[in-house]
């Protein structure tokens, strides 16, 4: 990266375990100037300069943009933050930079909206209504037919996701949904959908939207676990992935982004693979979270991150593997509700395809589990390989290479902690 290379305006930076590589990535390529509600720290590592500002006051995000596009020549708009995409799409809109419309993207941040819009396009949907109370839940849910999906309108990482096998369960199904705190990530008056629960693995795609064209760059198979909750515990990448070429999967991850009005930029779509084809999940108007982009780059040799900036900044983005390879990430997560004393990393115990692992937790945290806190994780491990078996084979007890030692705790009732 040179003194002259391009400027682009980072919005958020957010938990440093899970983004950092990606400020690194795009650094290499892009002087980054960050825009952020907190005091940058670590972040300056690689930033040319930040500022501290309410990123979610539109006035003020454009006011802190408008100074840095009068000294330095900005090509673009990035995050990578979901809390953020909204008002990132906005200030490119006002600034006349790259990006999909505002709309576009609020349509995505919404999910009774994206399945409205889907639905008109003739894009196939589950069942979904919009409801206010547990009453109108029950209705709902008799309609569908059980077991159902009760989950938050407009959160993200599977919080306040909840399956209900009947009745029965539908209160607390309701409770943890209408709860659910993400990032402070407004909420609406109607806050919860009850859907049609999908039979099927599920799959994630990264995609980058350039010149009209939706390209995939990482399809992930995800790992789900805490039924009746959906906690993401892993995703498998293989570049070779028979899906990566599946003609009816592509032809509705294009129907999408072509009914929502996606037309520029970077999206991460989540799908079900039915016994009556790919039913949407959801779909994000920004780069996937939990390492996905990573993964990407270690089994492709592309980095998906560069290229989310590149559309960014209005360039033709490198989307073609270098070679193909397999990676795959285990999120560890704790048995019950404890207090971390030690986190042992076991390298001896490490397979010839580990390839790094993360701790994310000190001494002295306390953790607890769905519906108290989501996303409650301990530290991970990567594995990458010439095949995906391998690499499988060397993550079948990730505990047993990255082990929390903990004490534990009295459970806790009426209390729901932000993840």
Same mark, same amino acid.
């Given at each position: 990266?040179? *003194?002259?290379?391009?400027?682009? !305006?980072?919005?958020?930076?957010?938990?440093?375990?899970?983004?950092?590589?990606?400020?690194?990535?795009?650094?290499?390529?892009?002087?980054?100037?960050? @825009?952020?509600?907190?005091?940058?720290?670590?972040?300056?590592?690689?930033?040319?300069?930040?500022?501290?500002?309410?990123?979610?006051?539109?006035?003020? !995000?454009?006011?802190?943009?408008?100074?840095?596009? $009068?000294? &330095?020549?900005?090509?673009?708009?990035?995050?990578?933050?979901?809390?953020?995409?909204?008002?990132?799409?906005? !200030?490119?809109?006002?600034?006349?930079?790259?990006?999909?419309?505002?709309?576009?993207?609020?349509?995505?941040?919404?999910?009774? %909206?994206?399945?409205?819009?889907?639905?008109?396009?003739?894009?196939? $949907?589950?069942?979904?209504?919009?409801?206010?109370?547990?009453?109108?839940?029950?209705?709902?849910?008799?309609?569908?037919?059980?077991?159902?999906?009760?989950?938050?309108?407009?959160?993200?990482?599977?919080?306040?996701?909840? #399956?209900?096998?009947?009745? *029965?369960?539908?209160?607390?199904?309701? +409770?943890?949904?209408?709860?659910?705190?993400?990032?402070?990530?407004?909420?609406?008056?109607?806050?919860?959908?009850?859907?049609?629960?999908?039979?099927?693995?599920?799959?994630?795609?990264?995609?980058?939207?350039?010149?009209?064209?939706?390209?995939?760059?990482?399809?992930?198979?995800?790992?789900?676990?805490?039924?009746?909750?959906?906690?993401?515990?892993?995703?498998?990448?293989?570049?070779?992935?028979?899906?990566? $070429?599946?003609?009816?999967?592509?032809? $509705? =991850?294009?129907?999408?982004?072509? +009914?929502?009005?996606?037309?520029?930029?970077? %999206?991460?779509?989540?799908?079900?693979?039915?016994?009556?084809?790919?039913?949407? /999940?959801?779909?994000?108007?920004? &780069?996937?979270?939990? !390492?996905?982009?990573?993964?990407? =780059?270690?089994?492709?040799?592309?980095?998906?991150?560069?290229?989310?900036?590149? /559309?960014?900044?209005?360039?033709?983005?490198?989307?073609?593997? #270098?070679?193909?390879?397999?990676?795959?990430?285990?999120?560890?997560?704790?048995?019950?509700?404890?207090?971390?004393?030690?986190?042992?990393?076991?390298?001896?115990?490490?397979?010839?395809?580990?390839?790094?692992?993360?701790?994310?937790?000190?001494?002295?945290?306390?953790?607890?589990?769905?519906?108290?806190?989501?996303?409650?994780?301990?530290?991970?491990?990567?594995?990458?390989?010439?095949?995906? +078996?391998?690499?499988?084979?060397?993550?079948?007890?990730?505990?047993?290479?990255? *082990?929390?030692?903990?004490?534990? @705790?009295?459970? *806790?009732?009426?209390?729901?902690?932000?993840?």
């Amino acid at each position: 990266m040179t *003194e002259n290379a391009p400027v682009l !305006l980072l919005v958020g930076s957010g938990y440093r375990h899970y983004r950092e590589y990606l400020l690194a990535a795009v650094s290499k390529h892009y002087r980054l100037w960050l @825009l952020d509600s907190h005091e940058a720290t670590w972040q300056l590592a690689y930033c040319t300069g930040a500022t501290r500002v309410d990123t979610r006051d539109a006035g003020a !995000l454009r006011a802190a943009a408008l100074a840095v596009v $009068q000294s &330095l020549p900005v090509a673009g708009v990035f995050t990578y933050d979901e809390s953020q995409v909204v008002f990132c799409a906005q !200030l490119a809109h006002d600034l006349g930079l790259p990006g999909s419309p505002p709309e576009a993207v609020r349509a995505c941040r919404d999910k009774a %909206t994206t399945r409205a819009v889907l639905a008109a396009a003739g894009v196939p $949907q589950p069942a979904s209504y919009t409801v206010t109370t547990e009453e109108e839940a029950l209705v709902a849910a008799d309609k569908i037919g059980y077991p159902v999906i009760v989950k938050a309108r407009a959160m993200a990482a599977s919080v306040g996701v909840v #399956r209900a096998n009947g009745p *029965e369960d539908i209160a607390e199904a309701f +409770a943890t949904a209408h709860a659910a705190e993400l990032l402070g990530m407004a909420k609406h008056a109607a806050n919860v959908l009850v859907e049609e629960f999908l039979t099927g693995p599920e799959i994630s795609i990264d995609a980058i939207i350039h010149g009209g064209e939706v390209v995939p760059t990482v399809l992930a198979r995800k790992r789900l676990g805490l039924e009746p909750y959906f906690e993401e515990t892993g995703h498998d990448v293989d570049a070779g992935d028979p899906l990566l $070429q599946d003609a009816e999967l592509l032809g $509705q =991850l294009r129907a999408i982004h072509r +009914a929502l009005g996606l037309v520029h930029g970077a %999206t991460h779509s989540e799908f079900k693979l039915t016994p009556n084809g790919p039913r949407l /999940v959801e779909v994000n108007a920004r &780069l996937g979270g939990d !390492l996905i982009p990573y993964l990407g =780059l270690l089994a492709t040799g592309t980095d998906p991150t560069v290229a989310a900036a590149d /559309v960014a900044a209005g360039r033709t983005p490198v989307t073609e593997p #270098r070679f193909r390879k397999a990676a795959a990430v285990r999120f560890l997560l704790p048995q019950a509700r404890c207090e971390a004393v030690e986190v042992l990393v076991h390298r001896e115990r490490f397979g010839p395809t580990i390839h790094e692992t993360g701790v994310t937790v000190r001494p002295g945290k306390r953790l607890a589990l769905p519906p108290d806190a989501f996303v409650t994780r301990y530290g991970h491990v990567i594995a990458v390989g010439e095949g995906l +078996a391998e690499v499988l084979t060397d993550l079948e007890a990730p505990e047993r290479l990255v *082990e929390l030692r903990s004490r534990p @705790l009295p459970e *806790e009732t009426g209390t729901r902690p932000a993840p």
